[in-house]
Every structure is written in structure tokens, then in C-alpha cells.
């Protein structure tokens, strides 16, 4: 597959659009992009939706995708001025292994969680089950400010001595450390005074097509400013604004890819937790 381009034609953004076009063309004759699989471990703190004094709960979740799991610790941090901590308990999947040893500390910006599921000997019956999104703990935020707020696994927690660092241990004889293992941040996001938009109205002109596309490749490549709505130009919604929502709105047009997620073909409000937002924003 060739394709010529005017030297009329050649802006930068103008190249960067046939280069994506020709990706999504060549993606879809060849059957799709090729994924990288996931690591066998992968630690999650959920995000929550509130406003400014209600509480929310955090569920602390791990994708258990190799050995089961043995022990691990996990420290888990947020802005103070943010979000008061409530509370930390144990969550079901921990509760339905009951473990010989769970220790929960707070400290001054968030929490730890130290886990044996047997102590003495490995018990392969009581460790943590393979199986995705095994909850493990689950924490309680007051929201505290009117603004996004992240939850992010840390290195240590103010406050807690001695301070232990993040591990997992698989369940063998003996418990040997997990070492393809994946830590993912959670959002908290305040509902008071979000903004309407259509997903992927980068433009803001109430419709989503190429031309959203086209602004996307051109704030991104061309020197354009930036996106009074970047909630809105978000179109795969993964709380970026990057390339990735131009090729998701290209596959989408061209390439038999996915609807965008909500809200779409309608004004509304973005409950999706991340740290994008909108800032101005006219509803049809």
C-alpha cells in the first residue's frame, strides 16, 4: 500500500494524519494491533466518584494471573489536603482466605498492609487464589478539596516505622518474591460543577468526525494550542490526551473499531476517574 502526498499537502499535521490513516488501513487488512500481554501480577487501587465531604471506598485489587500468592505488602499513599483516610479493612477476597497475618497501619499520607496467608509452613489452601481482581483491602476517603484527587502505590508511608517496601511473595516451598508484577494509581474524582461534552468532540462544534481527529494530530504535531476540553478530545477515555484518541477515533470511522465511551452521541457529565477534566464546554 503507497500513498502520495502533494507537496501542497505537506504540513506537518497533514503528514502525521496520512501516517495514522495508513496505520488504522494497514491495522484492519491485517486483523488488528498486536497486544502485549499483561504481567502475571498487577496491583489496583480503585477509583471512587464523590463531593467535597462525602466519603468514598477504594477497593485495593490484584489480577493473580501466575503462582497463587503467598504474602506481599503493600503501602498505598494520597494527598492529605485532599482526602481524609476513614478507614482500612481487610477486602472479601483476603477475608475468604482468613490469614494467619494482617497488620493494617495508617500514617500521616496513607496506609500499609502486610499479608501471610500461613505462617510456619505453605498451606497451598490458604493462599491467595489465581483469578482477577482479587480485592485485598479496601480503604474509606472523606473527600476534603473540590478537585481530582490520586491514590498511588508509594515506597513508604509518613509516619509508619519501620517502613517496609512494596513485595509479593508466590505461594511455593519455599515462597519465592514476584518479580512480573504491575502497580496502578486509582483516581478520586469530585462530581461538583463537571462539565458536559461529547467524547470525542475535540473541536467543541457538538459533533464528533474527522475533523476531531484532524485538531487531535494538530495540537499534538502541528503547534496548535491546546484543548479547552481535553475531557472531550479524551476519546478512548483512558485519562490521556495523546495520539492514541485520534488512531481510536480513526479506527472507529474507518476501521470497524469501537463506539467511544460515554458520554457520546449526547451531552454529559465524564464519571471515569482521571485527572483530565473540562473546561469549557457548550452543550447543543
Request: hydrophobic share 40%.
Amino acid at each position: 500500500m503507497s500513498i502520495q502526498v502533494s507537496q501542497s499537502l505537506r504540513s506537518p499535521w497533514t503528514c502525521a494524519i496520512v501516517l495514522v490513516l495508513a496505520l488504522v488501513t494497514s491495522s484492519a487488512h491485517a486483523g488488528g494491533i498486536i497486544v502485549v500481554p499483561p504481567p502475571q501480577y498487577t496491583f489496583t487501587i480503585g477509583g471512587g466518584v464523590g463531593t467535597v465531604g462525602s466519603n468514598v471506598e477504594v477497593p485495593v485489587e490484584v489480577d493473580v494471573f501466575g503462582a497463587e500468592m503467598y504474602s506481599w505488602n503493600l503501602n498505598v499513599c494520597h494527598d492529605p489536603f485532599g482526602l481524609s483516610l476513614v478507614s482500612v479493612v481487610e477486602g472479601a477476597d483476603l477475608v475468604a482466605v482468613n490469614p494467619d497475618f494482617s497488620v493494617i497501619n495508617v500514617g500521616v499520607n496513607g496506609w500499609s498492609h502486610a499479608v501471610i496467608t500461613n505462617i510456619g509452613w505453605v498451606d497451598f489452601t490458604q493462599c491467595l487464589p489465581v483469578g482477577p481482581d482479587r480485592e485485598i483491602s479496601r480503604a474509606t476517603y472523606t473527600v476534603l478539596q473540590p478537585a481530582a484527587t490520586t491514590i498511588c502505590f508509594c515506597d513508604a508511608v509518613a509516619g509508619i516505622v519501620p517502613p517496609t517496601p512494596l513485595y509479593a511473595d508466590k505461594c511455593s516451598e519455599p515462597p519465592v518474591p514476584v518479580t512480573d508484577v504491575s502497580y496502578e494509581c486509582g483516581v478520586i474524582v469530585v462530581t461538583a460543577g463537571l462539565v458536559g461534552f461529547i467524547r470525542g468532540d475535540a473541536n467543541r462544534d457538538a459533533v464528533h468526525n474527522l475533523a476531531d481527529a484532524i485538531m487531535t494530530i494538530d495540537v499534538l504535531f502541528g503547534g496548535a494550542s491546546g484543548f479547552s476540553c481535553p475531557d472531550a478530545a479524551d476519546t478512548n477515555d483512558d485519562g490521556l490526551n495523546n495520539l492514541a484518541d485520534a488512531i481510536y477515533s480513526l479506527m472507529f470511522f474507518f476501521g470497524g473499531g469501537p463506539v467511544p465511551p460515554p458520554p457520546y452521541s449526547f451531552c454529559g457529565t465524564d464519571f471515569t476517574p482521571d485527572l483530565i477534566g473540562c473546561g469549557d464546554y457548550a452543550c447543543p
